[in-house]
């Protein structure tokens, strides 16, 4: 479950925005306990997507800047990413297969 | 064929699956996200006995998840998309599998009501929340509204006093649901204010909420109060979704069941938020769950 790509406000730009894959970043905190049942959905979508679409996640708590940039009140949230772009922002826990079809779509 | 299926991974599911396996039922345990509900999103239990000094649903969740595996159930995360309850073969299809069984227990617990109010899903997301622990952190020295007035309202009203500046408890009644220690709390708290015999009818703000409009239910006076967040704990609505053409429902939706947590088809069981009842608390669940499990292997054995 330690294994996912962890993101920080001084990465963000360069392992998300700039990333040549389209990416999801699961914006979560330690203080959250539906946070912590959708992470190891998460952790097994970022297995099962390697290569294809960069799944990471980025802790609110230690990171401050980009969960007010996109205007983040809850948490989770996962949003996808295009080309750096948003195409789509998930508020709350989700099942793998609403995660999956999501990502499918981004392929 | 399985002996039983139990349908939710929560305190009733655990506990049923518990009592399963040490019955040494063949059970599978089916989650459609992780072990815990409900009960994840809750800060501090402090009315579940055995613990004085309370503990965090997760950790909660997190020791019976233990238990239940120590006895050699493993939680199966897939999620059910279709039963067939009726005659002696239960049937439970998922996203990734199809089981039978002879019998079932749903244990599917509930969701937080929705407020229905105009903003309210454009808004979600935005500064509207159903889960204090989760997004209060958001808050800080900032203005929030609650709606609600029973234990889930008032403690989360608590839990946000650590953020915020100010939250507002409002209430379509004169007086509080809420357990009376609770009551207490919230009223000795400086920065939560009651707005009474009131229900907001409107979420404003497009890209973030901004403020709620009210109306007084006496008067019938409607006024604008600004805020920056608003959380909803208004009740619970079942997750009856599969069941609700095979079995008998109350009026708000949850399973009906006799004493022995036997719903109106043999063979099926509930248990836990999901289920017609007074009272919905981890300790009434574990209870429920024991029962149903019990139940359960019981009516196995009579049919063989």
């Known amino acids: 479950m330690g294994d996912v790509l ?40 970022a297995q099962e997507y390697e290569g294809k679409i960069k799944i990471a996640k980025m802790d609110v708590d230690k990171n401050r800047e980009t969960p007010v940039k996109f205007g983040i009140r809850n948490i989770p949230t996962l949003i996808m990413f295009k080309s750096g772009e948003v195409v789509q922002t998930i508020v709350g826990a989700q099942t793998k297969s609403q995660l999956d079809e999501a990502l499918k779509k981004l392929l | 064929m399985e002996d039983l299926i139990i349908i939710g991974a929560a305190p009733a599911g655990l506990t049923a699956g518990l009592y399963a396996a040490r019955a040494r039922l063949k059970t599978v345990l089916l989650e459609k996200l992780s072990p815990g509900g409900q009960l994840v999103s ?43 309850l009726t005659g002696d073969r239960k049937v439970v299809v998922t996203d990734q ?3 039978e069984a002879r019998a079932v227990i749903l244990a599917c617990g509930a969701a937080p009501r929705k407020l229905g109010i105009e903003g309210e899903e454009a808004l979600t997301g935005k500064g509207v929340s159903y889960c204090a622990t989760c997004d209060g952190p958001f808050y800080r020295d900032q203005e929030v509204a609650v709606i609600g007035g029973g234990d889930s309202a008032v403690e989360e009203s608590l839990f946000l ?38 229900i907001p009818i409107r979420i404003t703000g497009s890209t973030a909420v901004e403020g709620l409009d009210l109306k007084n239910v006496k008067t ?7 805020v920056d967040g608003v959380f909803a704990f208004i009740g619970y609505e079942p997750n009856n979704a599969l069941v609700r053409d095979q079995l008998d ?5 949850f399973i009906r069941t006799n004493h022995d947590m036997e719903t109106s088809v043999s063979g099926v069981f509930a248990a ?30 009579s049919l063989e």
């Open chain 1, 6 to 45: 962890q993101v920080t406000d001084d990465s963000f730009e360069d392992e998300i925005i700039k990333s040549d894959l389209p990416a999801m970043v699961d914006f979560w905190a330690e203080w959250c306990g539906p946070c912590k049942m959708v992470g190891p959905v998460v952790a097994e979508l």
């Open chain 2, 42 to 84: 809750t800060d501090r239990i402090e009315n579940y006995p055995g613990f004085p000094d309370g503990i965090s649903g997760f950790e909660l969740v997190d020791r019976m998840r233990r238990q239940v595996e120590k006895f050699g159930l493993e939680i199966r995360i897939q999620e059910v998309t279709r039963l067939e």
């Open chain 2, 97 to 99: 599998a199809e089981f």
């Open chain 2, 161 to 198: 006093t650590r953020f915020a500046k100010k939250v507002y408890l409002i209430h379509r009644r004169n007086e509080l649901r809420a357990t009376r220690l609770l009551q207490e709390r919230a009223f000795a708290s400086e920065k939560i204010s009651p707005v009474w015999d009131t």
């Open chain 2, 220 to 226: 019938g006076e409607v006024s604008h109060l600004p």
């Open chain 2, 249 to 253: 429902l109350d009026e708000r939706g």
């Open chain 2, 272 to 301: 836990g938020d999901v289920r017609s009842k007074m009272l919905r608390q981890v300790s009434t669940a574990v209870g429920e769950g024991a029962t149903a499990a019990f139940a359960a292997e019981k009516y196995i054995g």
